[in-house]
């Protein structure tokens, strides 16, 4: 309720002191104020939308052992398919499990929004 | 107390054509998906009625869904995104009803939901990109010894999605219908060990409601997740790496 009389008490003055430059910086501060009340309308709506998918803890969890379980599984059928093709046994199921390992690490952390400050990832 | 695990059974109904239970809750979901929405939209109304507003309520999410992961470019893709979600939303509602089959808790039906819709991204990727769809394997600033490592890795990564699509709607459905009828199987149990043990029998039928209600919220949410990582991964496709 404060604003409100504070601009009508400004609106009482300023007709006298008059001038364009005057109706600008009102404008102007206005134009600040919008912006400050939006800013924190999206950052309200940010941390809304973020409880609601941390409440899910047992949807999260799932989801975040499901990208690191694909991870090593496809790291395992890959060496598993090199060794068949190249008779490489153990070698090659030995070093793909271990980058499906790291791949898994990197699908978890991009799950998780670790990494969204990274370049590459700013268009997921 | 029969198994938990029974209600997974696959039984072949027509074994000449190896028409099983799954192919005809498979089927019975489209159909219901086809003539739902057929139904719903046969009067075209500017003012639309309810079933109608319904139709129109879906399209719209699962466009909006779409237009924020891949942009306008990405609606190409509606017709396949659309279908997926549909029949995902209706397999798993259809699973909730007692005694019918839930198609999503087989792992090789997601994986081939899945493989289509990787392979959409593969066929997609290099027929508008060509060879460049493969810089999506190598993201920028990374130091030159370090990149054949960083390629390998990303290609497992890459190769990996199809798995994670896949497993994490069936681990969703079937941990929780083996739950329910866990849980299920606990009241019968308790009843049938009589005496004062019988009173106990109502705590875990009250799980089991409670179950219940958190499996509908799952099955619509297992279906809104799996469209929405399609949509991320169709934006690889129509943006590989920058």
Known sequence: ?124 | MASPIEQFQIKPIIPAIGFTNSSLFMVGAAALIVGGLMFASRKRAIVPGRSQSIAEILHEFVAGTLKDATGQEGMKFFPLVFSLFMFVLTANLLGMIPGFFTVTSHVIVTFALALLVIGTVVVYGFIKHGTHFLGLFSPPGVPGWLLPFIVVIEIISFLSRPISLSLRLFANMLAGHIALKVFAGFVVALLGAGGAIAFLAPLPLLMAVALMAFEFFVAVLQAYVFTVLTCIYLNDALHPGH
Do not use: Y
């Not at chain 1, 409100?4 to 600008?24: F, I, M, V, W, Y």
């Not at chain 1, 409440?55 to 090593?72: C, D, H, K, T, Y």
């Open chain 1, 1 to 124: 309720m404060a604003d409100p009389t504070k601009r009508g008490d400004e609106n009482g003055q300023k007709p006298d002191s008059s001038g364009d430059a005057d109706l600008s910086a009102r404008l102007k501060s206005l134009d600040a104020r919008l912006e400050k009340v939006a800013v924190q309308r999206r950052e309200t709506k940010e941390t809304q939308t973020r409880k609601t998918s941390d409440s899910n803890a047992l949807g999260q969890a799932l989801r975040l052992s499901a990208e690191f379980i694909s991870g090593v599984a496809a790291g395992g059928i890959i060496g598993w398919i090199v060794d068949r093709l190249f008779e490489t046994s153990p070698w090659g199921l030995v070093v793909c499990i271990i980058l499906g390992f790291c791949a898994g690490m990197l699908n978890l952390f991009r799950a998780a929004g670790l990494m969204k400050s990274a370049p590459h990832d700013q268009k997921r």
